[in-house]
């Protein structure tokens, strides 16, 4: 299995801050990598496809980069609703695995 | 627009079998752009994918639960359902069904999500 790890897990941050975080395949996945924003109690929702592609009705403030086993995920302009927990996952090949989560807390 | 929802039991007793059905409306399952998949969510943790199904009914399972899996497709009724047996309590969690964009663009990306349904194994 393809192994996808995160980092930070947690980040504390404050509106208006930018954020990366940084998620790393265990090996070579192409762009074949998602992006997803989960809410407390609610269903992930979907950011960034094939690493960059950025989902209708996402903002512009969120930009995914990357390519074979290193990405990033981008949040120019902290937005109070953007505190969440994001997780990032492959689609290269079965099982399809993800991240381990970035909580994003209110500094 | 197309929405998911799931629905099943939301209590299972060890050893027994654990049934979900996804319901899909607003647009048709018999797509070929599209594969229909279950993830879950322990509570407090990650996500972990379980399987998916084409509307062709040809199935991909995480090898992690194939043995005790199966993924059912009726495009009839528009619905993919999930059992899964001899459950324990690690298979207490909130069960999503999603839907998985195909092909070059999206690359699997899966777009759109049911709300979720909390399963509990316990006696």
């Known amino acids: 299995d393809i192994q996808m790890t995160q980092s930070p897990s947690s980040v504390s941050a404050s509106v208006g801050d930018r954020v990366t975080i940084t998620c790393r395949a265990s090996q070579g996945i192409a762009s074949w990598l998602a992006w997803y924003q989960q809410r407390p109690g609610k269903a992930p929702k979907l950011l960034i496809y094939a690493s960059s592609g950025l989902q209708s009705g996402v903002p512009s403030r969120f930009t995914g980069s990357g390519s074979g086993t290193d990405f990033t995920l981008t949040i120019s302009s902290l937005q109070p609703e953007d505190f969440a927990t994001y997780y990032c996952q492959q689609a290269y090949s079965f099982p399809y695995t993800f991240g381990q989560g970035t909580k994003l807390e209110i500094k | ?123």
């Open chain 2, 1 to 123: 627009q197309v929405q998911l929802q799931e629905s099943g039991p939301g209590l299972v007793k060890p050893s027994e079998a654990l049934s979900l059905t996804c319901t899909v409306s607003g647009g048709s399952m018999s797509t070929s752009s599209y594969y229909w998949g279950w993830i879950r969510q322990p509570p407090g943790k990650g996500l972990e994918w379980i399987g998916s199904i084409y509307y062709s009914g040809s199935t991909y399972y995480n090898p992690s639960l194939k043995s005790r899996l199966t993924i059912s497709v009726d495009t009839s009724t528009n619905q993919f359902s999930l059992r899964v047996t001899s459950v324990t309590a690690a298979d207490t969690a909130v069960y999503y069904c999603a839907r998985r964009r195909s092909g070059t663009s999206y690359k699997n990306a899966f777009d759109i999500w049911g709300q979720g349904t909390m399963v509990t194994v316990s006696s």
